[in-house]
């Protein structure tokens, strides 16, 4: 059967589709015609635009991490900077876009997910800053490792809810928001916060991150005076990915690699390298790679980043990865944390756990894959607040004196 | 006309739902015999999945009982083989779809066959996204069955019953199973509104927990359908008593409606 769905043309490839119970139907129908009339609205693209710019700061600067590409052997390493925007991540730019989409569609109610806390708190502020209800879904767990960002989220206004069940993590959140959604559908608008679930929602979220890979490319052409060897970006759900691609998907010549999280181990329940340990499969109203046992279920996931630790991946990767446009490839929680240390260190800046994941692979393996000479651009998508505690905690059990690194 | 189709057409009928595997495979089996003897017209099995969005905290945590017990879609075809030696009640497979795509269609059907599995519902495969599924499930003489959600447009209503064979399973509420708090919505008008459409019987789910929430239902529809509140009146009883608690829990259900001639011959 997986084999009669990979023969159907759905969003992306055989890849998407909307396989969700029916109560769950009608308010997505709803969402994908309000989605594009307001993107063909030209005064909505506007207010969205405006935003962007007036309130959390775009275009995010391009910037050539000198130092970073020494230790990376490669020509130039850029960084997109996307942990300079308002509320310190990439997820700004949806959360403001879907938040104005709820208030277009007269919704007096917003709910969410969020894994790392960084959508829960771009939520929260897009919906303080429009005047919206805000409820968070986020599991117990990640509210323990992510604590920085609970304490944000109710400052600014939102209710936080635990999801105690299964892991605690990002599925056991949107598990939970579409129950909710499902109970009151009506007047209740869901900010998913990642490039996947159910059509339209992988598609509504690309859009609103594209402007990464917008501004990334014509700023690298400026200071190039060509494009890059390879865009990188780590990939959870794949937001800030698909932003970043998008951008370079006619471009043969620009390489596309996402970076997964290799966890502790390549045993099922230790990572959450969906293309490596995966297989098509459906979750969260999408058919897509991802992390399950031979009955159909879906398995634990692993890893040191709250933002990547998700069994399933963006339905449009699943796509890139089987027609080759992408390639996906994993780092594991060590490589991660050393390359975090490495960015603070010599480049003064705080990476998130999940972006650090990209920045390992540039340290680690762009020289190898694209040589000594090649240019690298880097999509930095959050900055590492929220994760000093769990590095600290690292640090003192691996560092032997607290010597400096 | 199928099994299934006269069974719950014949009217003031209940149809149980209950987790394959929970609380374990024995459990399971006694709970679903108890439902049987209680009275039940047919039964709903769910086949255990790690992530039932669709469901409220008590059938989670059958779910995740089950899961535990080893449940899964091969132990759940299996458990139906094992109660069709005291049962030909129909049965009706409640599934979401991972666990099928990765069990595999060619496999599930011989299986479904054998174990004379009557209808399957995927709670999760709206007939838009695999149009085929329905008629080749309908051809290999089982009943596909639809749902209809209170905020199902007039629109799809009329699409979704293109689909539906055996009867017609009609939510009562917004939400997910087990919940009280989602927008009431006129049942009667819903219910006339596939009538027009369609000549299957009805049954109605969601928020029944009591013998009135029964009545109610049967009086514009053919069936109610019991889930949540069977499971935690099961919850409350260890695995020797589970037998009696389901059978009694059914039979308060179904008051005096009882058809004169039992269904189903067992030795419990």
């Known amino acids: 059967m997986q084999s009669e769905l990979m023969k159907e043309t759905r969003d992306f490839g055989p890849f998407g589709g909307c396989f969700v119970p029916e109560m769950l139907m009608a308010p997505l129908l709803e969402l994908d015609d309000a989605f594009k009339r307001a993107w063909a609205d030209s005064s909505f693209r506007k207010s969205f635009r405006d935003l962007l710019a007036s309130y959390s700061g775009r275009p995010t600067p391009l910037y050539r991490a000198t130092r970073l590409e020494k230790i990376a052997r490669v020509g130039t390493v850029y960084l997109k900077r996307e942990d300079l925007n308002h509320t310190g991540s990439h997820k700004i730019n949806n959360a403001l876009g879907q938040a104005l989409l709820a208030k277009r569609m007269g919704k007096k109610r917003v709910i969410a997910e969020t894994g790392a806390g960084q959508h829960g708190v771009a939520a929260a502020t897009a919906c303080a800053l429009l005047d919206l209800p805000c409820t968070i879904y986020m599991g117990s767990t990640d509210m323990d490792r992510q604590a920085p960002n609970v304490a944000r989220m109710r400052l600014l206004g939102a209710i936080v809810n635990p999801v105690a069940l299964g892991a605690g993590t990002l599925k056991e959140a949107i598990n939970e928001a579409l129950r909710d959604w499902a109970a009151r559908p009506t007047g209740t608008y869901y900010l998913l916060g990642s490039a996947l679930g159910p059509r339209p929602f992988p ?111 963006g339905p449009e990767h699943s796509s890139l990865f089987h027609t080759g446009r992408a390639r996906y490839t994993k780092i594991d929680d060590s490589a991660a944390l050393e390359a975090f240390r490495s960015l603070c260190a010599h480049e003064g800046i705080i990476p998130a756990l999940e972006s650090a994941h990209a920045v390992a692979y540039v340290l680690e393996r762009a020289m190898q894959d694209f040589g000594p000479k090649a240019h690298i651009l880097l999509n930095l998508s959050g900055r590492g607040d929220k994760d000093v505690e769990t590095l600290s905690n690292w640090m003192n059990t691996t560092t032997e004196g607290g010597g400096d690194p | ?93 409640f599934t979401y779809i991972n666990p099928l795509l990765s069990f595999g269609f060619e496999r599930l059907m011989p299986a479904a066959k054998a174990a004379q599995i009557d209808g399957i519902l995927i709670l999760d495969l709206p007939p838009q996204e695999m149009p085929d599924w329905y008629s080749f499930v309908a051809s290999q003489g089982i009943d596909p069955i639809v749902l209809l959600s209170p905020n199902t447009s007039e629109e799809r209503l009329a699409y979704l019953l293109k689909f539906g064979r055996g009867f017609i399973y009609m939510v009562a509420r917004e939400g997910i199973t087990g919940t009280h708090d989602g927008a009431k919505v006129d049942l009667d008008a819903r219910v006339k509104r596939a009538r027009n459409i369609s000549g299957l019987p009805i049954a109605v789910g969601f928020g029944v927990r009591e013998a009135q929430d029964v009545r109610r239902i049967w009086e514009v529809a053919e069936a109610a359908v019991v889930g949540s509140a069977l499971i935690q009146e099961i919850e409350k009883h260890g695995d020797g008593r589970i037998f009696q608690a389901a059978r009694t829990f059914v039979e308060t259900l179904v008051g005096n409606s009882r058809p004169e001639k039992p269904m189903v011959e067992i030795d419990k």
């Open chain 1, 203 to 313: 598609t509504i979220v690309r859009t609103f991150q594209s402007v990464i890979g917008e501004e990334a490319r014509a700023q690298f052409l400026r200071a190039e005076g060509r494009l890059p060897d390879a865009a990188v970006a780590c990939v959870g759900g794949g937001s800030n990915a698909i932003g970043l691609f998008s951008a370079f998907l006619q471009d043969q010549n620009v390489a596309l690699i996402g970076v997964e999280a290799g966890g502790h181990g390549s045993q099922p329940g230790q990572h959450a390298a969906r293309f490596s340990g995966g297989s098509p499969g459906i979750l969260h109203g999408c058919f897509t790679y991802l992390l399950q046992d031979g009955g159909g279920q879906i398995l634990p996931t692993s890893s040191i980043a709250a933002g990547l630790d998700y069994p399933a991946i």
């Open chain 2, 1 to 93: 006309m199928s099994r299934l189709k006269a069974a719950v057409g014949a009217g003031n009928g209940l149809i149980p739902y209950l987790t394959a595997s929970d609380p374990s495979d024995e459990g399971f089996l006694q709970a679903a015999c108890g439902a049987v003897q209680g009275g039940a017209r047919a039964i709903e099995i769910g086949v255990p999945h790690s992530d039932p969005i669709a469901d409220g905290p008590v059938i989670q945590r059958a779910h995740q009982r089950a899961l535990k017990a080893g449940g899964g879609i091969q132990r759940t075809l299996e458990l139906i083989a094992g109660l069709r030696r005291h049962s030909d009640i129909p049965i009706i497979l």
